[in-house]
């Protein structure tokens, strides 16, 4: 949600700014601007739309500087428009800011300041920060700043800039990604790390409530008390490639096809011999025994994965087991207590409503695992366990391979918990093994099938609405595969659990209505094959998606079938994601959709 970049040093800003932001736009893309200091001006350019619209206006003006922040945008407050856009500067026009996050005391804040006689030209929240930095300034950018934090609430990331320190600027962070990027003579702020990764691989995470001093020459991090903080440096040692998209199309097909290796990545360095090693994690056999209940927290795709995380946990370790929104969770006043354990899932590491659940659970005792991906993300540093899935950068706003992983680390999970409570017999144990581990070539092989699905996709691409059903874990994967098709192609659809659709929904189902259909779970086999002829006695075209063992079987009653290599129900859902990711792909292709970054999504959602 919003991208945000700083740099100082002897470079001309713009160029980096722009470099960097075209990184970040994955975040947020309904509007950019920069903001570069040249002697004693502030120079603002910014503009509704995408970012090729501000590369257009830079174009044409003269600007030069070695300081600047820039920003793109994803609205929260106020339309997207030329007006709301950041950065937004002070009444004085002497101080401009970058913001990402929401401010939830803005009205107020608008109010104190209208009485002191500041007018407000955008609709936005952030617009407050920058006139009350203003009215906190006695000379010292630093103190203001930390003033001024100290009375807004709500969530932030920031750069803040002014005529009156041209050697430095100032960087803040609640509850929203930002870190520091360390150069020779220059330094840099990010939301994320892609976008410095051309001039350094030496970064300082910033933690919550922390503001950093930047010039060309150091950085200092202070807490919102005004005391020094010590930080250590994180290295970056993933490949510049990885957020590159290499030949390509789209990020999204990039990512699609690098499954096979993120999920070897994650699943390969944590089996040892016939072991499941865990990675450094503190929960103990006793815990795992004495463990009442599981809460699995996450948002969107993670979530998805998550319900199939309940399915394999329940199953496999037989410990009561409940996936839920996070953004539900936090506030029912949920059950949690010290004898249960509370799996987050998170690409990104920073939802900030995976984050808030978190600490809910947190603070009602609960041991806390994250499933995350960003290294040193939130999420990662305030769980109490972390299994990293090793996918590399996701860029496209559709998660995809993220998915694959998150499955992977929850069946080493589960697998890990089942034995570790004596339930699985060696035959059992290493059968699940084995197959996890040929989970990769599963999916290449399912890669394979692409032309297939390209050809269904061009067959249906005009359809106004699509249902996907399933059972049990394929109505878990039938979710997934739903939100894959709606967020890119904007098609309408609905996943149903396949026995519930005739208790109503069934009667949106008439002639050519498509209706994928989910048949890995062999023990619901024959009763998702009687949810097909319900489906096609009313007139649907069916797109089946079945066991090799099964496509001759389900051929005879469905349109169309995308085999997957055969593997035990369980553990299904990893390799069979990869067919419907591709159809929704395909589909928003031939759509003429911007694939990569949909209307009105942003990536890491850090507001609430
Ligand atoms: O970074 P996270 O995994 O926490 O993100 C959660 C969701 O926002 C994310 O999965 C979202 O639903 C994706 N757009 C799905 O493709």
Redo the contacts with the bound molecule.
């Keep these: 949600m919003c991208g945000i970049v700083g740099y100082i040093g002897n470079r001309d800003a713009k160029p980096v700014l722009m470099e960097g932001l075209k990184k970040l736009e994955y975040r947020g893309y309904d509007s950019a601007g920069v903001a570069i200091l040249s002697t004693d001006t502030i120079n603002i350019v910014k503009s509704k739309g995408r970012l090729g619209v501000l590369e257009e206006k830079l174009c044409n003006v003269d600007i030069e500087g070695t300081m600047g922040i820039g920003h793109t945008r994803w609205a929260t407050h106020g339309e997207p428009s030329d007006l709301n856009s950041h950065p937004h500067v002070s009444k004085n026009g002497k101080i401009a800011i970058v913001h990402n996050g929401i401010i939830e005391n803005y009205i107020q804040i608008k109010d104190f300041l209208s009485e002191k006689g500041y007018c407000f030209s955008s609709e936005t929240d952030t617009e407050v920060i920058a006139h009350l930095i203003e009215y906190n300034y006695e000379g010292n950018l630093v103190k203001a700043v930390l003033k001024t934090l100290n009375e807004l609430e709500g969530a932030y990331a920031l750069g803040v800039l002014s005529v009156d320190n041209p050697d430095m600027f100032v960087a803040a962070k609640k509850d929203s990604p930002l870190i520091v990027g360390l150069g020779e003579n220059e330094n840099f702020i990010a939301s994320d790390i892609p976008a410095i990764l051309p001039y350094t691989r030496e970064v300082l995470i910033l933690e919550d409530k922390e503001v950093a001093c930047i010039s060309g020459g150091k950085v200092e991090i202070y807490n919102l008390l005004g005391e020094r903080q010590r930080r250590e440096i994180f290295h970056v040692d993933w490949d510049v490639c990885a957020s590159e998209k290499n030949g390509f199309e789209h990020f999204m097909i990039k990512e699609i096809f690098e499954e096979p290796s993120a999920v070897k990545a994650t699943i390969s360095p944590r089996i040892r011999g016939r072991e499941i090693v865990l990675d450094n994690f503190t929960i103990t056999d006793e815990m795992i025994k004495n463990c009442e209940k599981i809460h699995i927290i ?7 994965a998550g319900v199939v995380g309940k399915y394999a946990i329940e199953k496999l370790a037989r410990i009561p087991a409940e996936a839920e929104v996070a953004s539900e969770f936090r506030y029912r006043d949920p059950i949690v207590n010290e004898k249960h354990l509370t799996i987050v ?7 900030i ?2 984050l808030m659940a978190m600490r809910e659970a947190k603070r009602k005792g609960s041991r806390t695992l994250a499933i995350v ?2 290294v040193g993300s939130s ?1 990662a540093r305030e769980a109490d366990d972390v299994l990293y899935t090793w996918a590399g950068p996701e860029i ?5 391979k ?2 694959n992983t ?1 499955l992977s680390a929850l069946y080493l999970a589960a697998l890990s918990f089942a034995r570790r409570k004596g339930l699985l017999d060696e035959k059992e144990y290493n059968s699940y093994i084995n197959q996890l581990q040929q989970m990769p070539e599963m999916i290449s092989s399912i890669l394979g099938e692409r032309e297939k699905i390209q050809k269904f996709a061009s067959e249906h691409f005009n359809a106004k609405s699509i249902f996907y059903i399933g059972r049990g874990l394929d109505f878990a994967l039938s979710m997934e595969g739903s ?2 098709l709606k ?1 890119i192609s904007y098609i309408h659809s609905e996943a149903y659990a396949g026995g519930e659709l005739k208790h109503g929904t069934i009667a949106l189902i008439e002639e050519g209505t498509l209706v994928v259909c989910s048949l890995t779970q062999e023990q619901l086999f024959e009763k998702m094959i009687g949810n097909i002829r319900e489906v096609k006695a009313r007139g649907a075209v069916v797109l089946a998606v079945a066991h090799e063992k099964n496509t001759e079987k389900v051929a005879k009653i469905a349109d169309s079938v995308i085999s997957i290599p055969d593997t035990d129900s369980i553990l299904a859902p990893i390799a069979a994601i990869t067919p419907m990711q591709l159809f929704a792909y395909y589909v928003a292709v031939i759509k003429g959709n911007d694939v990569d970054k ?1 209307r009105n ?1 942003a ?3 850090t507001v609430e």
Excluded: F, M, R, W
């Design positions: 996450a948002c969107g795709t993670a979530y998805h899932i998170s690409q990104s590491g920073e939802t409503d995976t991906n960003v999420i496209a706003v559709a998660s995809t993220a998915y998150q939100l894959k967020e949909p999504l990536k890491s959602v």
